[in-house]
């Protein structure tokens, strides 16, 4: 196990000497012990602190503390040699400042500043520290703690008398070029505390925040801010200009190296060890599995396949054991029942159901047997009875209308309609209107399609033919005596009504025939068909739809042949299942 933690180490190594693989060059300088001026109590600490911040984070620092010109001067052409070469340079003053004429001097331990002439020799431009920098260093960073309550200030100020305007509070607004960042105490203009503790509150927050690791310096700053803030009681706001064009981050964020899990066995082995097994009906296999991986990736799928395995071989062993059960008795194939039906249901003999019921007597269509049986049994009774009373009939004298003009003539025989005939049984209305307005189609008096719907139409028809046939009826609704008697009725009984462009021809509406010439432009109209056109005026133009209401097909019948009430047959054929696809067409 020592190679992989020489591999640890190894990666700990890089990856502290990756966070410091840039140079990095700072120049640290505090003033404190002024010879012309009040000492001030915190520049020195703040160099101290600030120095030590820096080192830890990887700069190479030149210090000055207490430095008078000469020393500054010096000081900072030390710093100025070693920037040749360095990635990032950091510059931080902590001291006496003061800005004249919108520029920004620093002032060293021994400066008077009597006259604006002693501003050359006495006072160091910030802008030598960093036109030095930004020739040098891709990426320069500036703090200036030097914006304290100044009297070499106010003695320069008195000294130039009207021109002491130009001398300001604080420190000027400084530009930078492209990379840099320069960071005051206060705001431009304004000026800063030293504060009552060892530190300044400026040099305070940047010694808390400066370099949190993986965090960028404009988030350090914004902590600074709000730290300064708080601490002066919104007196003094920390400001800063910066041309930066990324992300600096001072300290990288630490590296978590996760040590690699002990190696397992192969998952190749397991993963072909379950193929060979997974389809295996005996419960062995998956035993022998779950014994070598008992953790492995296909351990609950096993587990599960074992007790299905057992709860089957119990099951079987239980089945073997018990007894053989009595064979049960099976019934009639149904398939040979319902063939058996297919071939009665339409059959009009009472007999062929009583076979199927003694045959199959609780079978499917058992109750559907005995129900036609009923009704096959009713209708013959209808039908004898039916036949007796026509026979009865027959005896009646039917007398015809005297005309008004005072004829005598025998009273009609009245007839009752009644929903059943006359011996009483059932005859469903739909079918006794059907059949009633063939009889009425057949015998002259149109209700136009034979649909089993007797409305306004069929009521004149029949109103028409009792008045044609010297019948009173005692209603205009179906009945079946009405239908018997006109059964009995042949030949036409309405008279032929044609249209105004028609005229009756051997008991058909056929067109007039029209003068020659007679058309608009004076051409000749051509000759009339007559057997077409009285098929055309007394017979619809199409036969198939004219049959559609008169035919009942059923699922075995593909040809049928039946008599319009103009008086034609139309003939129409189906193909096998497919009743819409009717071909018909009118006999000649």
């Not at 990666?11 to 060059?25: D, M, Y």
């Not at 010096?74 to 006496?96: N, P």
């Not at 249901?345 to 009923?374: H, N, T, W």
Request: proline fraction near 6%; aromatic fraction near 6%; hydrophobic fraction near 40%.
């Amino acid at each position: 196990m020592r190679f992989p933690a020489f591999l640890l180490t190894l990666l700990l190594i890089l990856s502290c000497g990756a966070a410091h693989a840039e140079r990095r060059v700072a120049l640290v300088i505090g003033n404190s012990a002024y010879v012309h001026a009040a000492a001030l109590p915190n520049p020195k600490n703040d160099a101290l602190g600030m120095s030590e911040k820096l080192e830890d984070l990887g700069f190479e620092v030149v210090r000055g503390v207490d430095l008078d010109l000469g020393a500054m001067r010096g000081t900072i052409r030390d710093f100025v040699g070693k920037l040749e070469g360095a990635d990032m340079a950091l510059f931080f003053y902590a001291g006496h400042g003061l800005q004249v004429g919108g520029e920004n001097y620093l002032a060293p331990v021994d400066a008077r500043l009597r006259s604006y002439l002693d501003l050359d020799f006495e006072a160091v431009p910030v802008n030598l520290v960093l036109t030095a920098m930004e020739r040098a260093a891709k990426v320069n960073l500036v703090f200036l703690d030097a914006c304290r309550d100044n009297p070499l200030a106010e003695t320069l100020a008195r000294s130039m008398g009207t021109r002491s305007g130009s001398v300001g509070r604080g420190l000027a607004k400084v530009g930078s070029g492209v990379g840099s960042l320069v960071s005051f105490a206060t705001q431009p203009g304004n000026v800063a505390l030293d504060g009552a503790g060892d530190n300044s509150p400026f040099t305070t927050a940047l010694l808390k925040h400066l370099g949190t690791p993986g965090q960028d310096i404009t988030r350090d700053l914004v902590l600074v801010r709000r730290d300064v803030l708080q601490q002066t009681g919104g007196k003094q706001v920390p400001w800063d200009n910066s041309s930066l064009t990324g992300e600096v981050i001072l300290k990288a964020a630490p590296v978590v190296v996760t040590p690699p899990e002990p190696a397992g066995p192969d998952p190749r082995v397991e993963l072909t060890y379950w193929e060979t097994i997974k389809g295996g009906s005996s419960a062995a296999y998956f035993e022998t599995y779950l014994k070598r991986f008992p953790d492995g990736q296909f351990a609950d799928l096993a587990r599960l396949r074992l007790e299905d395995l057992k709860a089957a071989e119990t099951a079987a062993r239980e089945e073997k054991a018990r007894p053989a059960p009595e064979p049960v008795a099976t019934g009639p194939d149904p398939r040979i029942e319902l063939a058996y039906w297919q071939s009665v249901q339409d059959a009009g003999s009472v007999g062929m159901f009583q076979s199927y019921l003694a045959r199959y007597p609780e079978g499917i269509y058992a109750e559907l047997a005995r129900l036609k049986i009923d009704a096959l049994t009713r209708a013959a009774e209808a039908g004898a009875q039916s036949a007796a009373q026509s026979a009865a009939q027959d005896k009646v004298t039917v007398a015809s209308l005297a005309p008004e003009e005072g004829r005598q003539a025998e009273e009609p025989a009245a007839l009752d309609r009644s929903p059943t005939g006359p011996s009483g049984a059932a005859i469903e209305p739909a079918e006794l209107a059907r059949s009633l307005q063939q009889e009425l189609n057949r015998v002259g008096c149109s209700v136009g399609t034979v649909d089993g719907d007797w409305g306004a139409r069929s009521r004149r028809a029949l109103s028409t033919y009792g008045k044609e046939a010297g019948i009173r009826l005692s209603s205009l609704d179906p009945s079946a005596e009405v239908l018997e008697q006109i059964r009995r009725s042949s030949g036409r009984v309405c008279p032929l009504a044609c249209g105004a462009n028609q005229e009756e021809r051997n008991g058909r509406c056929v067109a007039k025939p029209q003068a020659a010439g007679g058309a608009a432009g004076g051409a000749t109209t051509a000759r009339v068909d007559s057997k077409a056109t009285a098929s055309a005026g007394a017979c619809p133009a199409d036969a198939r739809n004219a049959a559609r209401p008169l035919i009942k097909w059923n699922y075995r019948q593909l040809f049928a042949v039946v008599q319009h009430p103009c008086g034609r047959k139309i003939t129409c054929t189906i193909p096998p299942n497919s009743y819409n696809d009717m071909n018909c067409f009118w006999e000649k």
